[in-house]
């Protein structure tokens, strides 16, 4: 059976029959997994509201009283004297895509960590900086792409693969379909990949359920260009840029359909849109990076990273230039 996901179930609906529709998924021959992990990250989906508006504007408007910035501030619940936060997802509303799975990282690693192995300095490096002055950011710092923990969470390109690769907490791989223009391509060789080919690249299924999922959409087919070919905002008019989206990847669905969570938009209805479960063909995809979590606890790591730490590489993508491939996957650890 074909299932329309955009119809509006009830979030716990929807997951269910998701998980119904999809296969059980193994790791493949080498790849390692962390069974406890994944599972948190599934359960911490569950505690999000469903939709509750897509936003990405900088300022409140008529439809949204907060914007997603100040949402997060109000859910990353931590004072000097908590020794960890709360993260209240209903606050964290409306959201964007790579809030979301920010957000999600956050309660899994709350959920995970029963026996208080991530520090309080990191745990307070983690809260988002958006230019509010609290306790944890007396100077109302608001963290560019790049920047500290949310800044990396938030960043154009590869953003949590890298910041996985910085911790050493697990491990990322990618698959890039090709650019079909020439004056795209990196070097004369590039293939572009026809449908079925695609479909069929192992990538498919070598991710698991609760991996980090960085999708570089295709326009060949909407827009007649290679969008999804580009890695990051180089910030001059005319050139192509990244169109990309940070999801929860769940799955393929038996019917050969990606499935994810995220913030899903944007729309004509913008309020009615937001966390929920979306899907596409794998050919609405042009490049895409999957992140594995092995070592959660790594993350106490992030006590090390301050709020106004640089990561030159994701910072440069916002603004600056463009990435190639082999740079991606060296800054990702992909071998």
């Known amino acids: 059976m074909r299932l329309n996901f955009h119809t509006h179930f009830p979030r716990l609906v929807a997951i269910t029959l998701i998980m119904c529709a999809i296969p059980s998924v193994t790791a493949i021959a080498g790849d390692k997994v962390n069974p406890q992990w994944q599972r948190c990250v599934l359960r911490a989906i569950d505690e999000f509201p469903f939709r509750g508006g897509y936003y990405t504007g900088s300022k409140p408007n008529a439809t949204f009283s907060q914007t997603t910035w100040q949402g997060l501030h109000r859910a990353f619940v931590m004072s000097l004297t908590d020794s960890r936060p709360q993260f209240l997802p209903h606050l964290a509303q409306p959201s964007f895509c790579s809030s979301a799975t920010y957000g999600v990282l956050i309660k899994?690693?709350?959920?995970?960590?029963?026996?208080?192995?991530?520090?309080?300095?990191?745990?307070?490096?983690?809260?988002?900086?958006?230019g509010i002055k609290d306790e944890l950011n007396p100077t109302g710092l608001s963290q560019d792409d790049g920047v500290g923990f949310w800044g990396r969470a938030n960043a154009n390109g590869p953003s949590l693969a890298v910041l996985v690769r910085e911790l050493d907490a697990g491990f990322s791989f990618s698959a890039y379909r090709g650019a079909l223009n020439d004056s795209v391509k990196?070097?004369?060789?590039?293939?572009?990949?026809?449908?079925?080919?695609?479909?069929?690249h192992p990538v498919w299924k070598r991710a698991m359920r609760g991996d980090i999922m960085k999708i570089f959409w295709n326009r060949n087919a909407t827009k007649g260009h290679d969008g999804g070919a580009i890695i990051g905002y180089d910030g001059v008019r005319?050139?192509?840029?990244?169109?990309?989206?940070?999801?929860?990847?769940?799955?393929?669905s038996t019917d050969g359909r990606v499935m994810y969570w995220s913030s899903n938009g944007p729309g004509p209805d913008p309020q009615h849109m937001g966390y929920s479960v979306g899907s596409?063909?794998?050919?609405?995809?042009?490049?895409?990076?999957?992140?594995?979590?092995?070592?959660?606890?790594?993350?106490?790591a992030v006590r090390h990273m301050a709020h106004d730490n640089v990561n030159r590489y994701l910072y440069d993508l916002n603004g600056t230039r463009h990435s190639s491939t082999s740079e991606l996957k060296q800054q990702i650890g992909e071998k």
């Open 108 to 130: 899994a690693l709350l959920m995970w960590d029963t026996k208080g192995i991530i520090s309080t300095q990191a745990w307070r490096n983690m809260k988002p900086c958006v």
């Open 186 to 200: 990196e070097t004369p060789s590039e293939r572009y990949l026809t449908d079925e080919q695609w479909r069929r």
């Open 238 to 252: 005319g050139h192509l840029q990244e169109a990309g989206h940070s999801v929860i990847f769940l799955g393929i």
């Open 280 to 300: 596409c063909d794998p050919t609405a995809i042009q490049r895409v990076v999957f992140t594995r979590i092995l070592r959660p606890e790594r993350f106490d």
